[in-house]
């Protein structure tokens, strides 16, 4: 038998001075998504993730946090992993920059790009970014990054530089040698007026930083971060030794679009100075934006995966990541679109049809799948609809238009239901000839079913699992083959397996708020949360609910100074339409007014807070609640079983702005 065909894919891999939010989430569920497919097409993949553990970010925020670097380091990697894997979407290989194999990939990439004469020493002035790693070109003292819009800073260091301008021409020859490298086309068409307005040469080296790979022989230079970083991918799968396990070169890096010219300039180029085969193919995907800007903790509108997953079940965010918007262009988050979307295209579209179809085979076949009889041609017509979806959907896949591909689907899903509400097979009688047309109907749609859920599969793991189980299909779904799949394989006389519980319909308002709260409760663990009626979850977003922290759980003073809490008067409030237990409030705390929402509806009346003086901590990080920004948080008891909040006051007159400590 001939060995698989290869298949190595990387996501990006991720910096450790934060976690992931739903645009990280984003890249590497789409990788999830292709490692799937691919394996049912039978290839041998493996994909690579991991953490861009070094640069003077990590040494700022290792500071901050008072531990060392290496410690700082491994708990945020460990994180990160643990979140891939809590979603169902790890890696087949983490690669970490402080890994012994990566450190020796990087000092041996480097002595070749060396030993072949594109190393050089020299000295360099310049205005750097430090959020970013990366000296910005042109840009004059004062200057901010073009990229990130923070201040740089000025920085002149000995460095060892590495000769990108000689690479101007290998690489545009490479560029049109093979056209598909770079994708989508747009951003090709970016990377090669880019190239063709020349390149300069690149410092690969630092002498300002210590929290780096060092240069053997060399210190106290140490590799620049994105040397460094891109190496990654071919650390993860053997690094010097890359030819035993024979994955190298990648067949695709999926990158978002900021980073699409160290990965299609820098890192081929470093690899032909090597001499080292160039990876195939590098695709660059948009942003998903909140509120028409890109995610940032500080500017307090990042959604995160976990709530979401907990609430609606991890399929319904892959679904939503790839259906709502197609890959390569930039897409708004927006919880009410998922929700929506949960509600029409899973819930009330695969969900019930699976349901549905399971429970009329229940009732009429005593719970096996029918053999069809003699087929009409809208029967014949449906099958052949469904048998051309399967070439689409996989040419869809092949080019990476998800969006397009899951439309088809759920176009095949739609033409289902209009079959059954025609042929109304639970109208037809007990009679030898209606229960033969039943059987019919019925195996047609099964068979229908089956194929979207195999279809399905690399976006829905968990839920085309299910509905394979409830189909009584032996193996696993993920074993079938994509290139075998075609309609007729539904064997007839199979038991269905037991129900399965697939997208239960949520009512969508209460469903964000739920999903809110949990986030808020993640990205602010020191609020204590309060109960919610229904979730059991906090759902005062806004308003802390004192609760007695358990004995073992003392903090020390400077913990607690760390908290700024002041006196602050309500000046206005007000309901938020769609959000029933959330006030928007606007209070003075001296020094300005700000807008903090407060879920305190259910127990005060807007008008009653007007004039009011409570306790706000104002030193929190911004964010947005149903859409609205809250910009701190009112203290608040929680009484009693059901957690009712009771604003914290001051019995006699105290002055706006006062701190309480
Ligand atoms: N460490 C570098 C990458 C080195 S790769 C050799 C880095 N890390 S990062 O943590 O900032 O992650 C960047 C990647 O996260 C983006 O390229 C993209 O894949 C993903 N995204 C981060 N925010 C995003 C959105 N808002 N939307 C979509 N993807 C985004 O850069």
């Known amino acids: 038998m001939p060995a698989k065909q290869k298949f190595y894919l990387t996501t990006p891999i991720y ?62 990697a460990e994180a990160w992993r643990a979140l891939w894997l809590e979603l169902g979407i790890p890696a087949d290989e983490f690669v970490r920059t402080t890994d012994l194999q990566h450190v020796r990939t990087v000092q041996w990439l480097f002595k070749l790009c060396r030993e072949n004469g594109y190393v050089y020493k020299g000295h360099y002035t310049g205005q750097y970014c430090i959020y970013d790693n990366a000296f910005v070109n042109d840009a004059k003292p004062g200057d901010n990054c073009p990229d990130c819009g923070r201040p740089t800073e000025t920085l002149t260091e000995e460095n060892y530089f590495f000769k990108l301008s000689a690479f101007q021409k290998p690489l545009l020859d490479f560029y049109k040698k093979n056209p598909e490298f770079i994708q989508p086309e747009s951003r090709k068409n970016e990377i090669v007026s880019f190239v063709e307005s020349g390149l300069k040469d690149l410092s690969i080296t630092r ?83 909140m509120d028409a800007s890109k995610m940032s903790k500080s500017k307090g509108n990042v959604v995160l995966p976990r709530p979401i997953a907990d609430m609606l079940g991890m399929d319904a965010l892959r679904y939503f990541l790839l259906r709502e918007v197609v890959f390569g262009q930039d897409g708004n988050f927006s919880y009410d679109a998922l929700l929506t979307r949960y509600n029409s295209d899973l819930a009330n579209g695969l969900g019930n049809l699976a349901s549905r179809t399971a429970a ?36 869809y896949f092949e080019k990476m238009n998800f969006a397009r591909a899951l439309e088809s689907l759920w176009s095949v899903i739609a033409t289902a239901d209009k079959y059954l509400t025609t042929e109304k097979p639970w109208s037809l009688s007990d009679s030898e000839a209606d229960t033969q047309r039943k059987a019919t109907v019925l195996a047609t749609t099964a068979e229908l079913l089956r194929i979207v859920t195999v279809l399905a599969h690399p976006v829905l793991p968990d839920s085309t699992t299910k509905i394979w189980t409830l189909l009584g299909q032996s193996g696993s779904v993920s074993a079938v083959e994509l290139d075998g799949l075609q309609w007729g394989q539904l064997a007839s006389g199979v038991p269905l397996g037991k129900p399965q519980t697939l997208f239960p319909r949520v009512e969508k308002s209460e469903a964000i708020e739920r999903i809110e709260s949990m986030a808020n409760e993640e990205l602010n663990p020191t609020a204590p949360p309060a109960p919610a009626p229904t979730a059991g979850r ?29 006196v602050g008067q309500i000046k206005t409030a007000e309901r938020i339409v769609g959000a029933d237990k959330l006030l928007k409030l606007t209070v003075d705390i ?30 929190l990080a911004p964010r947005k609640l149903r859409g609205v920004e809250s910009n701190g948080m009112i203290i608040a008891a929680s009484v009693g ?16 702005g006062a701190r309480l400590k």
Not at 27 to 53: F, H, L, N, Q, S
Not at 360 to 369: D, L, T, V, W, Y
């Open 360 to 395: 009329m085979i229940e009732k009429n076949f005593a719970g096996k799948i029918p053999k069809a009889g003699k087929l009409e041609p809208r029967d014949e017509t449906l099958a052949r609809q469904t048998q051309s979806a399967i070439g689409d959907v996989l040419d």
């Open 590 to 619: 001296g020094t300005e007014i700000r807008q903090i929402c407060a879920g305190i509806a259910q127990f005060y009346e807007p008008d009653s807070l007007i004039g009011r003086k409570v306790a706000v901590v104002t030193n």
């Open 207 to 289: 002498t300002t930083i210590r929290w780096g790979i060092p240069v053997p022989g060399e210190e106290p230079h140490v590799f620049y971060v994105w040397f460094d970083a891109l190496t990654a991918y071919l650390s993860a799968v053997g690094g010097p030794d890359y030819e035993k396990r024979g994955m190298w070169p990648a067949d695709l890096h999926l990158v978002g679009k900021d980073i699409i010219r160290f990965h299609t300039v820098y890192w081929p180029a470093f690899l032909m100075a090597a001499m080292l085969p160039i990876p195939k193919q590098v695709w660059a995907h948009g942003w998903f934006l």
């Open 15 to 76: 910096y450790t001075n934060g976690l992931p939010h739903i645009g990280h989430t984003y890249t590497t569920v789409v990788a999830d998504v292709i490692r799937r497919y691919k394996r049912m097409r039978g290839y041998e993949v493996v994909m690579t993730t991991g953490t861009d553990e070094h640069g003077v970010n990590v040494e700022r925020a290792a500071k901050k946090a008072g531990v060392p670097e290496s410690e700082f380091v491994a708990k945020m």
């Open 538 to 566: 906090s759902a005062t977003a806004g308003a802390a609910t004192a609760a007695a922290p358990a004995a073992s759980e003392k903090i020390g003073i400077e913990d607690f100074a760390k908290v700024e809490m002041r």
């Open 641 to 656: 079983p059901e957690g009712r909040p009771v604003l914290a006051g001051f019995p006699e007159d105290v002055e706006i």
